[in-house]
Each structure stands twice: as structure tokens, then as C-alpha cells.
């Protein structure tokens, strides 16, 4: 299948009077936002791409001239698509401008990594897509690029664009025939609203303990000192927002930046930053003080079934399925889920801030998001130490040593030579999960005051696990 070539219709590239070539449309540079038919700003010439999606480039990269590739040169991983210009825009002297390059390389990358997840999930193959057309440009569920002519798929629950539809019926991203699913595990889509579940602050007459399913949209709050963010995230509904969704949340977004512009204490930019597969969708750059108002704007879009889109559960999100064909929101309490929706924690007793400064940032950040999706299991905090089951690409134990509310030291059983790793981060941070054993009293003192019945009581218990009986002869018995 190497060098096969799609044939799409999208999208459509003007020249402007320099000889640029630019995106037409909003997914454009602002020359190729400003093209617009029978208006001053009409480009000099337009072309459409027939050619604008390769699955996996030629083995000869000379053997097709009219081709350009916007990824790297040598093409590794079958996720890595090659995007191909029209011959004209190639052809063109002046080549097509570097900002709407980028944005074409986005989307396909975006294709790309929705595509090989979905195909991981489902075992549908055979869409009968309806094709649409619009007199607006619509935005794709799945790459986010905009399009005329969008395909809309009952199945799958989507409406995308032209060049997801033609590369889903390619073979990106088919696992291989012992992997395959066997049955369909994409999620049914709720057809009410599901309350989220919200981390990290507390909203006026909104209790997430009395809650029941964990399978729910989730809204974290991150306090930043001076700013904040404000994180929403899919992952457990085995959802992605769809593009409406993605729509209503930029406009509270420039609702906002409006709103503080005039603000000589706002200093920085207001975002929204949209992960590669939408599951997750962060606004930064609020007031601490304004987050209850900003999560009560945004309440309604992130609990809206109609502003997500179904493309399964990745790594750890398999684990929310909870069976075959799981109900959202499940049936399992949250608190279960959650401990620390549980203990309603509002402080930390380890101090996060010494672990930071001796932890690598992007370390510190993947074991917070470790941490926040529920991967500590097993965790037990006796005394000043800390032992607990980090699940990764594989489990591991990870074992703690704490001072004094500091981090001392860590050991954990991944390859990770650094330390602390990303699974240390993860159980530090989980440490409050769990009510301290020996915490009141030292272990000195416990075996002080204990009589020589009791510890013959205890050992007698423990020696039912073999290698403890074992420890004992050696230690007591006779030489």
C-alpha cells in the first residue's frame, strides 16, 4: 500500500498579488482569512488540492515531482502522514506561506493520531457517510480543519471533514489481527446532560461526593499563584469535544479577554489551548477569583453530550470502561475513584514545592497528570514512608521515604534512571489519599509498650506468609 495516494476535494489555496499561496478560509493566515469571493480582497488565482493526503510517501522520494512533503524526510512511523500541494501551488515560485504550511501539518498530524486510536476501539470499517454540503466552511470533529463539503457518519457519531473520511477507509492505524477488537467499543453518547465532576475548588451548593459513576466529564482547577487555568477533560467518557464544543468554549474564551482587557492588573494573554485529540481542553490566564463564574460559563458546553464526539478510551481511559459496553456515568461511586473528593482535602501535608524543585518540570507534570487520572492504586502511608502501585505502560512499585513533610527520597521499579521520576511524583502527591498509620505514636514506643503475649501473637500471624516464617528461624532459632 506504500504510495497510495487519496483524492479529496479540500481545500482550497489562493494567491495573493506577491505570489504567495494561502489557506482560503479561517484555517488560513489572516491574507487567507481575508479572501472572500467578488470582494477587494479576492485572490489573484485559487487552486483546489486534489492531492492533499498521501498514506505513506513513495519508496523513491524523486519518483513524484509534483509532490512536496511538509513532514520530516524520513518517515518512521506509519502516524506520521506526508501532506501533498497541487501541482500549481509546487509549481508556483513563491511556494505557500509558512504559517499556513504549519497549519495544514497540523491537521494531519491531528488525522492522524484520532484515526489509529479510533481504529483501536472499533471494529467499524464500513461507514456509510453522508455527504454535505454548506455554504459555510464547518469545522471537522476530528482534525478540526474547515471545509464546504463535510461527511457526517450516524456510526461514529461525527461530522468530518473530507480528508478524515477518505484516510479512515485507508489501512492507518489497523492493528494487527491478534489486536483487533472484537466487539464495538466505542461508547454509546449520553442523550442527557452528565454532571462533571469538578478537582481543586469548591462550587456554591455542589457536592461531587453525593455523586455515582466516575465515567464523567471532569473539570480541574489549577490555581497558579496570580493566575489560574482551568483544565476539562473527556478521557473517562471516552469522548472528544466535538467541534461545537470546541467553538463555544473559544467564544467564553474571547468573552473573557474581553471582559479584563481594560484591566491593568491582568497581565498576561487568556488561552485556550486544545489537546492533539480534543479529550482535553485547557483555558488559562483567569483570575483565581473569577473561577467559579468562568466554570459556571462553561458548565453547560462540557456537560452537553451534544458537544462531544465518541472516539474510545485511550491508556488509562481503558480502565474506566468498566466492562464491555459501560454506562456513562457507571455505576462506580467517584469517591471510590477519587479518594480525595472523599476526605474533601484542601491542603497538602507533603511540601509540593521541595519536590518541584528537585524534580525535572516535564516529570513533575506527566506524574501530576499520573496522579489526576487515577493511576496510584494500592497506596499504603506508614509512618514516614510511602508504598504504593503507579500504573504506567506496565504497573510499578514505587516505595517513598518522607521528613518532616519533605521528600526525601524515592525508589520505583521503571526503567527511569532519574529520580524522582514521573510515578515518585505521581505517589507523593497521592500521599494525602490515605490516612497516615503511626502517625500518633512511633514504632519504638508501640513495641515498648507491648507485652511479650502481644508480639508472640503477632509474629505467629505474620509467620503465615513464608518468607516472613523463614525470617523468623533465622533470626531466633538456634546457630
Not at 68 to 85: A, F, H, K, T
Not at 105 to 124: G, M
Not at 147 to 158: A, D, K, N
Request: include cysteine; charge should be negative.
Amino acid at each position: 500500500r506504500d504510495g497510495l495516494v487519496l483524492s479529496t476535494t479540500v481545500p482550497t489555496f489562493g494567491r495573493t498579488a506577491s505570489g504567495t499561496w494561502h489557506l482560503v478560509g479561517p484555517d488560513g493566515c489572516r491574507y487567507g482569512r481575508s479572501f472572500a469571493d467578488e470582494t477587494a480582497d479576492s485572490p489573484a488565482e485559487t487552486v483546489t488540492a486534489t492531492d492533499i493526503v498521501a498514506y505513506e510517501p513513495p519508496a523513491d522520494e524523486q519518483s513524484s515531482p509534483t509532490t512536496v512533503s511538509l513532514g520530516p524526510p524520513s518517515i518512521r512511523n506509519r502516524d506520521e502522514q506526508r501532506l501533498v500541494l497541487p501541482t500549481d501551488v509546487r509549481e508556483h515560485d513563491a511556494d505557500l506561506c509558512d504559517s499556513c504550511r504549519h497549519r495544514l501539518d497540523t491537521h494531519q498530524k491531528r488525522r492522524s493520531r484520532i484515526i489509529a486510536e479510533l481504529k483501536q476501539v472499533t471494529p467499524v470499517r464500513d461507514v456509510d457517510w453522508t455527504v454535505r454540503e454548506h455554504d459555510t466552511r464547518q469545522a471537522c470533529d476530528w482534525c478540526r480543519a474547515h471545509e464546504h463539503t463535510t461527511w457526517h457518519s450516524v456510526r461514529l457519531g461525527c461530522t468530518v471533514c473530507p480528508a478524515c473520511g477518505r484516510l479512515f477507509e485507508t489501512p492507518l492505524g489497523e492493528p494487527a489481527a491478534e489486536h483487533a477488537p472484537d466487539t464495538d467499543r466505542l461508547p454509546e453518547t449520553p442523550a442527557e446532560p452528565i454532571t462533571p465532576i469538578v478537582f481543586g475548588t469548591t462550587l456554591p451548593e455542589y457536592d461531587p461526593t453525593e455523586l455515582v459513576g466516575s465515567n464523567r466529564p471532569v473539570i480541574k482547577y489549577r490555581d497558579k499563584h496570580k493566575y489560574a487555568a482551568l483544565v476539562f477533560e473527556l478521557e473517562r467518557t471516552g469522548h472528544a469535544f466535538a467541534a461545537d464544543g470546541l467553538d463555544a468554549l473559544e467564544r467564553v474564551r474571547k468573552r473573557y479577554a474581553d471582559g479584563v482587557a481594560d484591566d491593568d492588573a491582568h497581565q498576561t494573554d487568556v488561552t485556550l489551548e486544545v489537546g492533539r485529540t480534543p479529550r482535553t481542553v485547557t483555558l488559562e490566564g483567569i483570575f483565581p477569583d473569577d473561577r467559579a463564574s468562568v466554570i459556571g460559563d462553561c458548565w453547560d458546553i462540557v456537560r452537553d453530550p451534544a458537544n462531544w464526539v465518541p472516539i474510545g478510551w485511550p491508556e488509562q481511559g481503558w480502565r474506566h470502561r468498566r466492562g464491555a459496553t459501560p454506562s456513562i456515568p457507571g455505576d462506580e461511586p467517584v469517591t471510590d475513584a477519587f479518594p480525595r473528593l472523599r476526605r474533601r482535602s484542601s491542603t497538602q501535608s507533603v511540601d509540593l514545592e521541595a519536590l518541584r524543585q528537585v524534580t525535572d518540570p516535564g516529570r513533575y507534570e506527566r506524574g501530576m497528570r499520573y496522579y489526576e487520572r487515577g493511576s496510584v492504586t494500592e497506596l499504603e502511608r506508614v509512618d514516614d514512608v510511602l508504598q504504593a502501585t503507579v500504573q504506567g505502560s506496565r504497573p510499578y512499585d514505587v516505595r517513598v521515604t518522607l521528613s518532616a513533610g519533605q521528600y526525601e527520597a524515592g525508589r520505583c521499579s521503571c526503567p527511569d534512571d532519574t529520580v524522582p521520576c514521573k510515578h515518585i511524583v505521581a505517589t507523593v502527591l497521592a500521599s494525602d489519599d490515605v490516612d497516615p498509620v503511626g502517625e500518633d505514636q512511633s514504632l519504638d514506643d508501640l513495641l515498648e509498650t507491648a507485652s511479650a503475649e502481644e508480639l508472640r501473637t503477632l509474629l505467629r500471624e505474620l509467620a503465615d506468609d513464608v518468607s516472613l516464617r523463614k525470617r523468623i528461624y533465622e533470626e531466633l532459632g538456634d546457630e
